[in-house]
Structures are given as structure tokens and as C-alpha cells.
């Protein structure tokens, strides 16, 4: 027996047997010094059976491992899946397969019921066996430890945003935050931003860079050459420049100047300084403070434009439309082709063509329909011309051309401290001194 000696190591999950040299010894020998050593479970027969053998000579020595036990399975840590990285992408893959740089999603819009990520569960983890048959300890999974701000929930096990806006994670705390501040220009280090809530630009939206927000938007720099564009309103403190430079707005739209831009906002479009060579669309266009002056492109209101100044002195070419619906003039486009489209069908009937007794009905239904469209856009644009002005608190130079609905007025010598307005009963623009 003292040739064989048992040892158990790593834990109770090895059990080695050390032989030296010695009288011979048999198998019955070795499994008296393996029951001693309480070693019972993975045993390894065939090691065993090799070992023994070797007993029989007197001069073998070695080291043999005879048993394995089990180890035990810790258990995974709770987790949550689905959340996007939070570095932003090198690009996104455009439907043609080519990258589009510019999209780096940084943000990520969320609205109000979605699933923000899942939530997987620790586990207890499975305990291990010892080579003696004892129990090797495991180690369970550790709980969940991020938390949740006030724009998540959790829901069994999912996490679901509470409100619309932008995902936020740092690592342990999921939030949908309604208003997002990004405090640098939205450039290529950002890509563009895209957000369901409300967005704060400290910084510009340079060149072919856009940001966008279901809600309100403020840019404390300058729009350079980017787009922007809200459900809500706009605030651009500083300029908005360029000729593929675009604020859209669903509501009020704010910027101190614009220079050669698009601007379109769904209630008023307010132009703290000036802006030039722009195009305009609004239901009221305000510039009446700073310099106040709009000279150059167009603009396209529904009811009002008051400006300080309109045109320039050298004649710079100013169109100024009130009673514009332009909104709804694609119904009359449609109206057009189809009374094309029943003219031909009715032309084809007459030479007697198959099917176009159904096809002529459904020609003349659409026909109808598209009738509607162009009654609905007059009597619109009459609504629209009832209440219309143009306001000018200084001076209308030359050069500036006033469109009320479909008629228009030329300003061919200054004027000063005008209105005008539609008159219903000669279908004309009057001119009034400003009260």
C-alpha cells in the first residue's frame, strides 16, 4: 500500500495516483488505496486498468490521473438584449448597397410603446461533482442592476418606452428622453441626428448634414448647406445659408437671418434680421425686426407678409404671394390628367375597344373626384384672399412683384408705409396707406 499514494486536487475535481518504485502490486491494491482516498465518482477505467498492470513491475514509477469529476456550470449573469451600440456607426448600407457616411445613427428615435430591449433572466447555474461524490458549490448568476429612467418601463420581460424621443444607455440606466441635447455641430463625427422627441443642436448643421426631430428643434449656430427639419418648431439663432440649406417646420419656424435657403413652416415663419434670395413658404411671414428686409426669391403665405422692407433699391427681383395653395394644387395637376385620361377613354369607346365601357366609369368617377379637388382649391384660395395682406412698414421698392392668388401687381415706383389687401367686389389688390 505504501508504494500507491492518492492525491485529490483542483478542488475535489482531480484525483491523481503517485507510484513509485516498489514490490510488486496488484489491482485489488489500487482499488483499496482509491476507496481510502474516498475517490468514487470519474473514475477513468481504462487509465486505471493501465495503471494497474504496470504494478506488477517492481521498477515503474510515474503519475497517473485515475478520476475527473464534474465541474460545476456558474450561472449567467442577468442581461438585456436588443440595445443598439452606443458608439455611433461608421455608416449605414443604402438599399443599392453603397454607404451613406453621413448616417451614422447616434441617435436613436423611439416612440411611445416600443421595445427598447429584452430582458434576459440570471440563471442558478448547475452544480458540479467531485471525484469523492461531493457537491462542487456554483456560483448564481448575478441580478439585473441597470436601471430605468422615467421614459421606460419595464413589461415582463421587456423594457418598452413610456413616451416618444431619443434612447439613452450609458450602461446602466435605459432612458427615452424627450428632449435631447447634442452639444457639438451636427457634422461627420455625429452623422446626422434623428430623434422622435425634441432636439437641441449647441453647435451648426454643416454641409449635407441634417437633423430632424417629430418635436421641436432649436440650433444654437448656424444651418450651413444642412437640413432641418421638426414636427413641431424651429429655432435657428444664427444663419441659414446656402442653396441645399432647408428648415421644415410643422409649426412656427424662428431664424435671424437666411441667405439663398428653403424655408417652409406649417403656422409663422419669423426672420429676426433679413433674408435674401430665399424661398418661402408659410401662413405668415414676420420680418420686422433688425434690418427686417426680404429681397430676392419668394415667398408663398396664406394669409399675411409683414416686412419692414421688401426688394432693394437696385431693383432686386422679390416675389411676394398671399392666398397661396400651393399645398393643394396637385389636386388640380390630377384633375387636368384626368380629364385627359376620360377624353382618350371616351375617344376609344366610340371606336367601340373592349372593356372601356367599365373603364370609361371608373374614368368618369376619378373625373368627378378630381372636379371636387379644383372646386375645394377655389373656394380655398377665395377664403384665403378675404383676409390676405401685405404689410410693408418702410418701403416696397421696384423690382417687387405682389400675388394675391392669381393676380399680381408690379411695383414699379417706391412706396412707403403701405398695405394691401384684396378687394372682393372689383377683384383687385388695394393699396392703403398702414394704419
Not at 430605468?148 to 418601463?153: E, M
Not at 428643434?217 to 448647406?225: E, K, M, N, P, R
Given at each position: 500500500?505504501?508504494r500507491?499514494?492518492?492525491?485529490?486536487t483542483?478542488?475535489?475535481l482531480?484525483?491523481t495516483?503517485?507510484?513509485?518504485?516498489?514490490?510488486?502490486?496488484?489491482a485489488?491494491?489500487?482499488?483499496?488505496?482509491?476507496?481510502?482516498?474516498?475517490?468514487r465518482?470519474?473514475?477513468?477505467?481504462?487509465?486505471?486498468?493501465?495503471?494497474?498492470?504496470?504494478?506488477?513491475?517492481?521498477?515503474?514509477?510515474?503519475?497517473?490521473?485515475?478520476?475527473?469529476?464534474?465541474p460545476s456550470?456558474?450561472?449567467?449573469?442577468?442581461?438585456?438584449?436588443?440595445?443598439?451600440?452606443?458608439?455611433?456607426?461608421?455608416?449605414?448600407?443604402?438599399?443599392?448597397?453603397?454607404?451613406?457616411?453621413?448616417?451614422?445613427?447616434?441617435?436613436?428615435p423611439?416612440?411611445?410603446?416600443?421595445?427598447?430591449?429584452?430582458?434576459?433572466?440570471?440563471?442558478?447555474g448547475e452544480p458540479?461533482?467531485?471525484?469523492?461524490?461531493?457537491?462542487?458549490?456554483?456560483?448564481?448568476?448575478?441580478?439585473?442592476?441597470?436601471r430605468?429612467?422615467?421614459?421606460?418601463?419595464r413589461d415582463?420581460?421587456?423594457?418598452?418606452?413610456?413616451?416618444?424621443?431619443?434612447?439613452?444607455?450609458?450602461?446602466?440606466?435605459?432612458?427615452?428622453?424627450p428632449?435631447?441635447?447634442?452639444?457639438?455641430?451636427?457634422?461627420?463625427a455625429?452623422?446626422?441626428?434623428?430623434?422622435?422627441?425634441?432636439?437641441?443642436?449647441?453647435?451648426?448643421?454643416?454641409?449635407?448634414?441634417a437633423a430632424?426631430?417629430?418635436?421641436?428643434?432649436?440650433?444654437?449656430?448656424?444651418?450651413?448647406?444642412?437640413?432641418?427639419h421638426?414636427?413641431?418648431?424651429?429655432?435657428i439663432?444664427?444663419?441659414v445659408?446656402?442653396?441645399?440649406?432647408?428648415?421644415?417646420?410643422?409649426?412656427?419656424?424662428?431664424?435671424?437671418h437666411?441667405?439663398?435657403?428653403?424655408?417652409?413652416?406649417?403656422?409663422?415663419?419669423?426672420?429676426?434680421?433679413?433674408?435674401?434670395?430665399?424661398?418661402?413658404q408659410t401662413?405668415?411671414?414676420?420680418?420686422?425686426?433688425?434690418?427686417?428686409?426680404v429681397?430676392?426669391?419668394?415667398?408663398?403665405?396664406?394669409?399675411?407678409?409683414?416686412?419692414?422692407?421688401?426688394?432693394t433699391?437696385?431693383?432686386?427681383?422679390t416675389?411676394?404671394?398671399?392666398?397661396?395653395?400651393?399645398?393643394?394644387?396637385?389636386?388640380?395637376?390630377?384633375?387636368?390628367?384626368?380629364?385627359?385620361?376620360t377624353?382618350?377613354?371616351?375617344?376609344?369607346?366610340?371606336?367601340?375597344?373592349?372593356?372601356?365601357?367599365?373603364?370609361?366609369?371608373?374614368?368618369?368617377?376619378?373625373a368627378?373626384?378630381?372636379?371636387?379637388?379644383?372646386?375645394?382649391?377655389?373656394?380655398?384660395?377665395?377664403?384665403?384672399?378675404?383676409?390676405?395682406t401685405?404689410e410693408?412698414?418702410?418701403?416696397?421698392?421696384?423690382?417687387?412683384?405682389?400675388?394675391?392668388?392669381?393676380?399680381?401687381?408690379?411695383?414699379?415706383e417706391?412706396?412707403?408705409?403701405?398695405?394691401?389687401?384684396w378687394?372682393?367686389?372689383?377683384?383687385t389688390?388695394?393699396?392703403?396707406?398702414?394704419p
Open positions: 500500500m505504501a500507491i499514494r492518492i492525491q485529490v483542483a478542488g475535489g482531480v484525483a495516483a503517485e507510484v513509485g518504485k516498489g514490490p510488486a502490486a496488484t485489488a491494491e489500487l482499488q483499496q488505496a482509491l476507496a481510502t482516498a474516498q475517490v465518482e470519474g473514475l477513468d477505467a481504462a487509465a486505471v486498468d493501465r495503471l494497474a498492470a504496470s504494478l506488477a513491475d517492481p521498477e515503474y514509477s510515474g503519475r497517473v490521473v485515475v478520476a475527473n469529476g464534474t456550470r456558474p450561472g449567467s449573469d442577468c442581461h438585456v438584449d436588443g440595445l443598439p451600440s452606443r458608439e455611433p456607426l461608421v455608416g449605414t448600407t443604402r438599399p443599392d448597397g453603397s454607404i451613406d457616411w453621413r448616417e451614422r445613427e447616434f441617435l436613436h423611439v416612440a411611445a410603446g416600443q421595445v427598447l430591449a429584452q430582458v434576459v433572466e440570471a440563471t442558478a458540479g461533482r467531485a471525484v469523492t461524490g461531493a457537491a462542487v458549490p456554483v456560483r448564481a448568476g448575478k441580478s439585473c442592476s441597470f430605468l429612467g422615467a421614459g421606460a418601463a415582463g420581460e421587456r423594457v418598452v418606452a413610456v413616451r416618444d424621443g431619443a434612447l439613452s444607455y450609458d450602461g446602466r440606466t435605459i432612458d427615452v428622453l428632449l435631447f441635447v447634442h452639444g457639438a455641430d451636427v457634422d461627420v455625429s452623422g446626422n441626428l434623428h430623434t422622435k422627441g425634441s432636439l437641441v443642436v449647441r453647435g451648426d448643421v454643416t454641409q449635407d448634414h430632424s426631430a417629430d418635436g421641436d428643434l432649436h440650433v444654437t449656430g448656424a444651418v450651413l448647406d444642412g437640413r432641418v421638426a414636427g413641431g418648431s424651429v429655432r439663432d444664427q444663419g445659408m446656402g442653396e441645399h440649406a432647408s428648415v421644415v417646420a410643422g409649426h412656427d419656424v424662428v431664424v435671424r437666411a441667405t439663398s435657403a428653403r424655408l417652409q413652416a406649417g403656422a409663422t415663419l419669423t426672420i429676426a434680421d433679413q433674408a435674401t434670395h430665399c424661398r418661402m401662413s405668415t411671414l414676420l420680418a420686422r425686426t433688425g434690418r427686417g428686409a429681397f430676392g426669391g419668394e415667398v408663398h403665405a396664406k394669409s399675411t407678409i409683414a416686412v419692414r422692407i421688401a426688394g433699391a437696385n431693383g432686386a427681383a416675389r411676394l404671394c398671399v392666398a397661396d395653395v400651393s399645398d393643394l394644387a396637385a389636386a388640380s395637376v390630377r384633375a387636368t390628367n384626368v380629364d385627359q385620361r377624353a382618350a377613354l371616351a375617344t376609344r369607346r366610340s371606336e367601340g375597344s373592349a372593356r372601356d365601357g367599365k373603364i370609361l366609369r371608373q374614368g368618369l368617377r376619378a368627378d373626384q378630381a372636379l371636387a379637388e379644383r372646386l375645394a382649391l377655389q373656394h380655398a384660395r377665395r377664403e384665403l384672399l378675404a383676409g390676405a401685405i410693408i412698414d418702410e418701403t416696397v421698392h421696384p423690382g417687387v412683384v405682389l400675388v394675391f392668388g392669381e393676380t399680381r401687381l408690379a411695383i414699379t417706391p412706396r412707403r408705409h403701405v398695405r394691401f389687401r378687394c372682393q367686389d372689383t377683384a389688390i388695394l393699396e392703403e396707406p398702414k
